[in-house]
Nanobody, 125 residues
């Protein structure tokens, strides 16, 4: 499967942003999909994941994002959406989606086999 992340750009603080991860290939519903973000020089940070067939989502407990992110999927469109509300300057990062086939939704970058190219979100205050 190939993943393409989109929806990034320059946004204002306190606005919301909707990022899309679109997959090509078949059997997208067989994949667990997650979103991560990465600051320059830092490791990728887990944000949220969603299991096969849209099961219960799994969210980061980090205070930096808790309560502000929502993940959802639409298997008919081969798409997973990450919504971030009340954007802050510290949300400025490159956002990546990742997928693993038949696996559970986890928070470890090592559990994901397929990665999108990343989409930059820049929050201006």
């Amino acid at each position: 499967v190939q993943l393409q992340a989109s929806g990034g750009g320059l946004v204002q603080a306190e606005d919301s942003q909707r990022l899309s991860c679109t997959a090509s290939g078949h059997a997208f519903s067989a994949y667990a999909v997650a979103w991560f973000r990465q600051y320059p020089g830092k490791e990728r940070e887990f944000l949220a994941a969603i299991t096969l067939r849209g099961g219960s989502p799994y969210y980061s407990n980090s205070p930096s994002v808790k309560g502000r992110i929502t993940i959802s999927r639409d298997n008919t469109k081969n798409r997973v959406i990450l919504e971030i509300s009340r954007l802050r300057h510290e949300d400025t990062a490159v956002y990546y989606c990742a997928a693993t086939r038949d696996g559970p939704a986890t928070l470890s970058v090592n559990d994901y086999d397929y990665w999108g190219q990343g989409t930059q979100v820049t929050v201006s205050s």
